[in-house]
C-alpha cells in the first residue's frame, strides 16, 4: 500500500510539473505507472492537471478494468497499456502536448536529433506515428507498433508521448524533445543547423548502449 501511494504521488507530481513547465494545458496529458503486480495507476479524466493530487489518479489492470470507480480514467488509457504490452522493459509512460514539439507533429515533420549530443543520447530516434482519433483503439495500435524501435514519438496533429524505465527518465525525454524541438527552430531561423556527422552519432550511440 506504500507503495502504491508513493507512486500516485509521484505521478500527481509530474503532471503538476508538466503544467507548470508549459508542456500541456489545464485539461491535456496523461501519465501512468506500471506496478510491478501488473496493474497500472494512470492520471484521471476531467482533472485540472495545474493542482492534480494523489486522489486524482486511478487504477486499472491490463484488460482496461476501471479499479477506482470513483474516477474515469483518461480517455487514452487503452493507449498506455497497448503501449506497456509492446514494451514489457518499461513502467512509465507521460503523454502531454508541448508546443514546439507538437508544432512539429503538426506539420508532419520530424525532430532532429542529431544537432545535439544530450538530444541524441537521451532521445535517440524519434518516431512519428499518422494522426488516429484519440481515445481510438487505432491510435493505440498505431503508438504502440511506433515505439517497438524508439522512446518516443510524436503523434501526428496530436502531441507527443515518452516512455521510461521510471517517471523521471519519461519525464526527461519529452522535456528533452521538446527543448531539440526549439533548438532546430530556432537554429534554423538563425542560418542553416549543423547536424553531427554519422561516425559523431555512432559514438554517442556506443557510449549510451547498455
Known amino acids: 500500500m506504500n507503495e502504491f501511494n508513493h507512486f500516485r504521488k509521484e505521478i500527481a507530481y509530474y503532471m503538476r510539473r508538466l503544467y ?84 512539429f507533429a503538426v506539420a508532419h515533420k520530424p525532430i532532429n536529433t542529431a544537432l545535439m549530443g544530450e538530444s541524441r543520447a537521451v532521445l535517440g530516434d524519434i518516431a512519428t506515428a499518422p494522426y488516429q482519433l484519440m481515445g ?35 519525464f526527461d525525454r519529452l522535456e528533452v524533445a521538446e527543448a531539440c524541438a526549439k533548438i532546430q527552430f530556432y537554429s534554423q531561423l538563425i542560418g542553416q543547423p549543423q547536424a553531427l556527422s554519422a561516425a559523431e552519432i555512432q559514438a554517442i550511440d556506443n557510449l549510451t548502449q547498455p
Open 20 to 103: 507548470k513547465r508549459g508542456l500541456t494545458t489545464t485539461s491535456g496529458g496523461n501519465i501512468s505507472v506500471k506496478l510491478p503486480n501488473g496493474m497500472i495507476l494512470i492520471t484521471a479524466s476531467q482533472t485540472d492537471k495545474g493542482r492534480m493530487k494523489a486522489a486524482d489518479v486511478g487504477m486499472t489492470d491490463m484488460q482496461g478494468r476501471n479499479l477506482s470507480t470513483k474516477l474515469k480514467l483518461s480517455m487514452e488509457t487503452s493507449m498506455h497499456i497497448a503501449v506497456y504490452k509492446a514494451r514489457p522493459d518499461i513502467c512509465a509512460i507521460v503523454h502531454a502536448h508541448p508546443p514546439l514539439a507538437t508544432s
Open 136 to 170: 481510438t483503439a487505432a491510435l493505440a495500435k498505431s503508438v504502440a507498433t511506433h515505439l517497438a524501435q524508439a522512446n518516443v514519438v510524436l503523434l501526428a496533429n496530436h502531441g507527443v508521448l515518452a516512455v521510461g524505465k521510471g517517471l523521471l527518465q519519461a
